[in-house]
């Protein structure tokens, strides 16, 4: 009779009872949490990738504004002279004298594509500086605003589409020095013994800089859009378990008994 049941007390059977929705409850909060965790390390990972590509490209532009080898030439007759051709001079290397260059006169004196790549590359340094200063604040490892989710989401899609916008105005000029330098060195109107200008090292690394923010822009669009919560079946799991489990802190035994 010491072991007998009565209905309405706390006998071993019921206090047993919600052992099993307990551990249930374990396995969703751990699937909820590791969840979390590996949305966090996604966001994170992407982000820092998407901004050192942005900054890498940045850093790249910036040398390809100013480097005087947008433009090579290379001459038959004395092979011990090669010309270079950039947005601001002109240089030419020789073997015994070295390196000599002469700045633009006149800034417009220069060929329209010249002209306007100037301005272009100006423009992408300054989206690209402002695309890092935006988008640095809206990192989620950095501590400042961290309260406002919803505004550090705007910030990094901001410094993606800033990046986006300073890849662009990298590729246009340097593609567009690269048509017309294609162009002249096809045109059949000039001697053919007369020297043509071709591909200098800037218009590689003027493509390679461009791409980069493109691709930077467009990984910190994506970290920015990533869902930081986790899946909902686990949230379902743990609140089932807790309405099933209602009187487990006070000792009392399942209502359903």
Not at 88 to 105: H, P, S
Not at 127 to 149: A, K, M, N, P, Q
Not at 170 to 199: C, G, H, K, M, N
Request: proline share 5%.
């Amino acid at each position: 009779m010491a072991n007998a049941y009565i209905p309405g007390s706390i006998g071993p059977r019921s206090s047993h009872s919600c052992q099993p929705r307990k551990t249930v409850a374990s396995i969703g909060v751990a699937q909820v949490v590791r969840s979390v965790g590996m949305a966090f390390v996604f966001r994170v990972a992407m982000q820092f990738v998407g901004i050192l590509l942005s900054f890498l490209g940045w850093v790249l532009s910036m040398i390809t504004t100013y480097l005087p080898h947008w433009k090579n030439l290379n001459l038959d007759l004395n092979e011990m002279e090669n010309w270079t051709m950039g947005l601001w001079q002109a240089c030419v290397i020789q073997e015994e004298v070295g390196r000599q260059c002469k700045d633009f006169d006149s800034f417009l004196a220069l060929p329209a594509e010249l002209r306007i790549s100037r301005i272009l590359m100006f423009l992408s340094n300054g989206l690209g500086l402002l695309g890092l200063l935006v988008s640095g604040v809206g990192l989620d490892c950095s501590r400042i605003g961290e309260t406002r989710r919803g505004l550090k989401k705007g910030l990094l899609i901001l410094g993606g589409i800033l990046f986006w916008a300073a890849g662009v105005t990298v590729l246009a000029p340097v593609s567009w020095v690269a048509y017309q330098t294609v162009q002249e060195f096809w045109d059949e109107t000039v001697p053919e013994i007369v020297p043509r200008w071709e591909f200098g090292e800037a218009l590689f690394l003027g493509w390679f800089a461009g791409f980069s923010l493109l691709l930077g822009g467009c990984l910190l669009t994506c970290g920015a859009c990533t869902p930081q919560a986790a899946p909902a079946s686990g949230h379902y799991a743990v609140a089932e378990t807790l309405t099933q489990c209602p009187y487990l802190e006070n000792g009392t035994a399942d209502p359903r008994m």
